[in-house]
């Protein structure tokens, strides 16, 4: 390399790991996503720090847990003390954010970065409406919709979820990311592209491109989960007809979460449209052979699997996500990466990839030498935790009071999967006989060593990364 690597990150929101080809989707249109990874180091089983946004971003940011981020829930202000990758890299690095944010401040540069472009307006607390991408819309003819107490017109997000391709916050992102890179930089840089979309609401151009009533849906789609915790069933509940329901109540209510499905893979399709502007820029630019290109998400969307939507749940379909690494000085052919790993390791390896010190604050690891072929991931443990307090108005009192108690939870290495809850049905799913989570096996004496091991490991992870969310006796 002539210099010292450059770093592109594409970080999209909420899109769940069985969305591309080599996760197991051979039937979503999504060309450029699938091309990709077979340049890349596709990781097998890569989970969500926390799966809600500003927890998990915090730590794709911070390389820190949540809990230890102090970002424990949406729309709260991380920390000036708390260091971003940006502010871990020397001054030999050019650093450019574009896209969502969601740790508050939004529209303010910030976190070390030498350059900001926002795209949100709501509903976080901003300085000003006046982005880039609100001046993009006013532009090309669009109108502000919704007025906020302070007297702004702003654009909402049902308006946006609706316009035409080029104009979405997808297209735009790619665009300006393009730009960028198609720039002569005095520097090595880092650009890393957090784009809104597959995010809800869902629609546009795309939304009718994948047949709702011929897509593949797993055995967990729309099936109640009966033996799960409390805060799973409510929020099925909330989603499909009470028992007793007539037949064409029953068909009306999977046929509308079909439709979800189909529209969500639509904006699969947006975001691959997206990553193939940025790719070609990329190329043209000459800088591919010395740039790492990541991609991934913040957490996934349960869309209908297990009777549920959103995320928020430790189901894979939430909590676990895509991640993809090409390296060019590694090689550009696709390489499955067994095992488990988390967004706190993410931090670690692009810093190890750039060559530069990785901080022992940091709770992650570098996962260069399992890039490079001296480790691997056999004996890996991820983390997951929530912590729901005031996160919003999740549909019923019943659902805010029961998501307010905190959770965690391990997938270990041989793929079992516990998640302990004081004050909840807690969950044990065998993930290798039981890939779709619907045998809870909690209370079967059989697994009552396993959860005692299992549990010892949830508390060592608490005492090493200072966690004091309560656990149940097991």
């Keep these: 390399m002539s210099r010292q ?24 249109q999504a060309p450029h996503l ?52 940006a502010e871990m890299m020397s001054d030999d690095y050019y650093k450019a954010y574009y896209g969502k944010w969601h740790l508050g401040q939004e529209t303010t540069r910030q976190h070390g970065f030498d350059e900001w472009l926002p795209v949100f307006e709501l509903p976080w607390v901003i300085d000003h409406p006046d982005t880039p991408y609100h001046q993009f819309l006013l532009e090309n003819g669009i109108e502000p919709d919704r007025t906020t107490a302070a007297g702004h017109r702003v654009f909402s997000a049902q308006l ?16 300006k990311a393009g730009e960028f890179l198609m720039q002569e930089h005095d520097k090595p840089f880092m650009l890393q592209v957090h784009c809104p979309e597959p995010h809800p609401p869902c629609g546009g151009p795309l939304a009718g491109i994948h047949d709702p009533n011929e897509l593949p849906l797993g055995p967990a789609f729309m099936q109640y989960p009966e033996d799960a915790s409390l805060f799973n069933r409510l929020r099925a509940d909330r989603h499909m007809v009470p028992e ?20 969500y893979y639509g904006m699969v399709t947006l975001i691959d449209q997206a990553l193939g502007i940025m790719l070609d820029a990329l190329e043209k630019s000459g800088h591919a052979d010395n740039t790492v290109v990541v991609f991934g998400s913040d957490h996934g969307e349960m869309a209908g699997d297990h009777g549920m939507m959103e ?24 390489r499955m990466v067994p095992g488990n790993v988390g967004h706190v390791d993410l931090v670690p390896t692009v810093l190890d990839l750039m060559g530069q010190p990785v901080p022992d604050h940091l709770q992650g690891v570098s996962r260069v030498p399992v890039l490079e072929g001296t480790e691997t991931l056999e004996d890996n443990d991820a983390f997951i935790q ?13 659902i805010n009071l029961i998501a307010s108690v905190p ?5 270990t290495a041989d793929r079992w999967k516990l998640n302990l809850c004081a004050g909840d049905q807690c969950e044990l799913f065998d993930l290798n006989s039981d890939p779709y989570e619907q045998v809870n096996l909690f209370d079967d004496p059989a697994h009552r060593d396993r959860i005692r091991v299992m549990a010892t490991k949830i508390r ?4 090493e990364t200072g966690d004091d969310a309560p656990l149940p006796a097991v």
């Design 5 to 28: 690597p450059n770093v592109l990150m594409f970080i999209t929101d909420q899109q769940r790991s069985d969305t591309m080809a080599c996760y197991g989707n051979d039937w979503i």
């Design 34 to 85: 699938n091309a990709f990874a077979k340049e890349c180091f596709v990781f097998e089983h890569p989970y969500s720090a926390q799966p809600v946004c500003t927890p998990a971003r915090a730590t794709l940011l911070t390389g820190l847990y949540p809990h230890a981020a102090g970002m424990m829930k949406n729309n709260i202000l991380l920390d000036p003390e708390i260091k971003s990758i």
């Design 160 to 175: 946006r979820a609706n316009l035409p391709v080029h104009l979405t916050m997808a297209h735009f992102l790619a665009e």
């Design 244 to 263: 007793g329901s007539s037949v064409s109540e029953v068909e009306t209510a999977e046929q509308k979460a079909r439709e979800f499905r189909g529209q």
């Design 311 to 334: 995320k928020r749940a430790f189901y894979e379909e939430s909590a676990k996500v895509p991640l993809l690494m090409r390296v060019p000085w590694l090689g550009c052919e696709h």
């Design 386 to 398: 929530w912590n729901g307090l005031g996160d919003r108005n999740l549909g019923s009192p019943q």
């Design 407 to 411: 959770w965690r939870s391990i997938v």
């Design 460 to 463: 060592l992870w608490q005492y």
